[in-house]
T-cell receptor
Framework: DAGITQSPRHKVTETGTPVTLRCHQT?????MYWYRQDPGHGLRLIHY???????DKGEVSDGYSVSRSKTEDFLLTLESATSSQTSVYFC???????????FGSGTRLTVV | AQSVTQPDIHITVSEGASLELRCNYS??????LFWYVQSPGQGLQLLLK??????LVQGIKGFEAEFKRSQSSFNLRKPSVHWSDAAEYFC?????????FGKGTKLSVIP
C-alpha cells in the first residue's frame, strides 16, 4: 500500500542465520506492528511499537526482536532462524491505538 | 480471553448470489470491530469498521456489516457477489494496542 513498504519481498535463508526484515512508512503514524500469517492460524501479532524506542511483545514473540530508532522504520530480527519461522510477515501501521490498520504487501520468508 | 471467531473456514457461492460471512466476538464492552479482505499474494485491505452508533456499517466494494450485541456478532454481507470478490476475509477486534484477528474465511465464487 502507498505509504508503507516492506523489504525484502521474498527471502530464503538457512537455519541458524540471522535475518532482518524492514518496514518503512511515510505516513508519520505512531503505531507499527509485525504480524505473521500461517495457514489455519490467521494473523498473529509478533511485536508492536507505540513510539520511537517504545516496543512490546505480542502473542508469538519468542525468537524475534524488534527495534524502532526512527518513526518511519520498524525492524524485525530473527536472531537465529528456524524452520518454524517460515511464514509470511506483514507490517502494519496506524495513527490511533484502536483505528484500522494499513498493511504492507508482506515478506515471504523461507527458512531451509 | 477476548477473541473473534469465524466459524466458516471456506464458503462457495455463485456469482450474483448474496453473501454473509459470520464473525462472533467475545468481549464484555462494546468492541471496535473490523473486516479486512486479502486477495492472493496481497496484503490486507480494510473493508469497514464499527466503533459505535449506527449498527449497520457500510464499507467499500458494496459490503456492509451489522453489529448485533445480543448475538455478539458482526456479520459481513453483500447482496450480489462478483467473481472479483473471491478472496480471504478476516474479522478483527481492537484491544489494547493491537488488533486480534479471526482465522479467516476463504470465499470462492462460481461463475
Amino acid at each position: 500500500d502507498a505509504g508503507i513498504t516492506q523489504s525484502p519481498r521474498h527471502k530464503v535463508t538457512e537455519t541458524g542465520t540471522p535475518v532482518t526484515l524492514r518496514c518503512h512508512q511515510t505516513e508519520n503514524h505512531r503505531y507499527m506492528y509485525w504480524y505473521r500469517q500461517d495457514p489455519g492460524h490467521g494473523l498473529r501479532l509478533i511485536h508492536y511499537s507505540y513510539g520511537v524506542k517504545d516496543t512490546d511483545k505480542g502473542e508469538v514473540s519468542d525468537g524475534y526482536s524488534v527495534s524502532r530508532s526512527k518513526t518511519e522504520d520498524f525492524l524485525l530480527t530473527l536472531e537465529s532462524a528456524t524452520s518454524s519461522q517460515t511464514s509470511v510477515y506483514f507490517c502494519a501501521i496506524s495513527d490511533e491505538r484502536d483505528s484500522g490498520y494499513t498493511f504492507g504487501s508482506g515478506t515471504r520468508l523461507t527458512v531451509v | 480471553a477476548q477473541s473473534v471467531t469465524q466459524p466458516d473456514i471456506h464458503i462457495t457461492v455463485s456469482e450474483g448470489a448474496s453473501l454473509e460471512l459470520r464473525c462472533n466476538y467475545s468481549y464484555g464492552a462494546t468492541p471496535y470491530l473490523f473486516w479486512y479482505v486479502q486477495s492472493p499474494g496481497q496484503g490486507l485491505q480494510l473493508l469497514l469498521k464499527y466503533f459505535s452508533g449506527d449498527t449497520l456499517v457500510q464499507g467499500i466494494k458494496g459490503f456492509e456489516a451489522e453489529f448485533k450485541r445480543s448475538q455478539s456478532s458482526f456479520n459481513l454481507r453483500k447482496p450480489s457477489v462478483h467473481w472479483s470478490d473471491a478472496a480471504e476475509y478476516f474479522c478483527a477486534w481492537a484491544g489494547s494496542y493491537q488488533l486480534t484477528f479471526g482465522k479467516g474465511t476463504k470465499l470462492s465464487v462460481i461463475p
